[in-house]
T-cell receptor, first 114, second 116 residues
Framework: GENVEQHPSTLSVQEGDSAVIKCTYSDSASNYFPWYKQELGKRPQLIIDIRSNVGEKKDQRIAVTLNKTAKHFSLHITETQPEDSAVYFCAASKVSGGYNKLIFGAGTRLAVHP | DVKVTQSSRYLVKRTGEKVFLECVQDMDHENMFWYRQDPGLGLRLIYFSYDVKMKEKGDIPEGYSVSREKKERFSLILESASTNQTSMYLC???????????????FGPGTRLTVT
């Protein structure tokens, strides 16, 4: 079955620096790749997603890139701020039958220090 | 705003007890999911449902069952709780019917279950 590996497990940066989180997936038929952010004590929330027909997507300070050949995708956060501190989860899915069965990575705990 | 609620934030049960976790969504979503979240393991799918009375196994269904009698409600059942089921349980729902497109999952606040 699908497997998603996520690195690093923890990431510590200074405010204003960039942060990059990388994920690889195993099923070449996967076609949808969302990223969820979970702040401490809160529920995960979708922050950005990308479909397999797109190589890059940007939304203000966050961007996601996808390399289908290598089967990996990455989250880039620029000009990090303390409120970016959270656990980030990547996921992959193969959409079928009208629902997304997401396979999540293990998560990356990002700490942004003022 | 989509609202997904779970019946309890914290629950303590004894080994062997039958445990019910309930999830309710108010946005007429087709799909509902149950995950467990453990440190270093991310979110692992237990079961999901894409319609009333329909259910599909996720990646770790052993020891669990589910029930979806109404569209808005999805229950997770631990038939005989064991200590290795101590975890955070998250419910989610999504609109569905968007093959190839975004199908954002909206999560509930979670239930932290401790089995002693």
């Amino acid at each position: 079955g699908e497997n998603v590996e996520q690195h690093p497990s923890t990431l510590s940066v200074q405010e204003g620096d960039s942060a990059v989180i990388k994920c690889t997936y195993s099923d070449s038929a996967s076609n949808y790749f969302p990223w969820y952010k979970q702040e401490l004590g809160k529920r995960p929330q979708l922050i950005i997603d990308i479909r397999s027909n797109v190589g890059e997507k940007k939304d203000q300070r966050i961007a996601v890139t996808l390399n289908k050949t290598a089967k990996h995708f990455s989250l880039h956060i620029t000009e990090t701020q303390p409120e970016d501190s959270a656990v980030y989860f990547c996921a992959a899915s193969k959409v079928s039958g009208g629902y997304n069965k997401l396979i999540f990575g293990a998560g990356t705990r990002l700490a942004v220090h003022p | 705003d989509v609202k997904v609620t779970q019946s309890s934030r914290y629950l303590v049960k004894r080994t062997g007890e039958k445990v019910f976790l309930e999830c309710v969504q108010d946005m007429d979503h087709e799909n509902m999911f149950w995950y467990r979240q453990d440190p270093g393991l991310g979110l692992r799918l237990i079961y999901f449902s894409y319609d009333v009375k329909m259910k599909e196994k996720g990646d770790i269904p052993e020891g669990y069952s589910v029930s979806r009698e109404k569209k808005e409600r999805f229950s997770l059942i631990l038939e005989s709780a064991s200590t290795n089921q101590t975890s955070m349980y998250l419910c989610a729902s999504s609109l569905g019917g968007l093959a190839g497109g975004r199908d954002e999952q909206y999560f509930g606040p979670g239930t932290r279950l401790t089995v002693t």
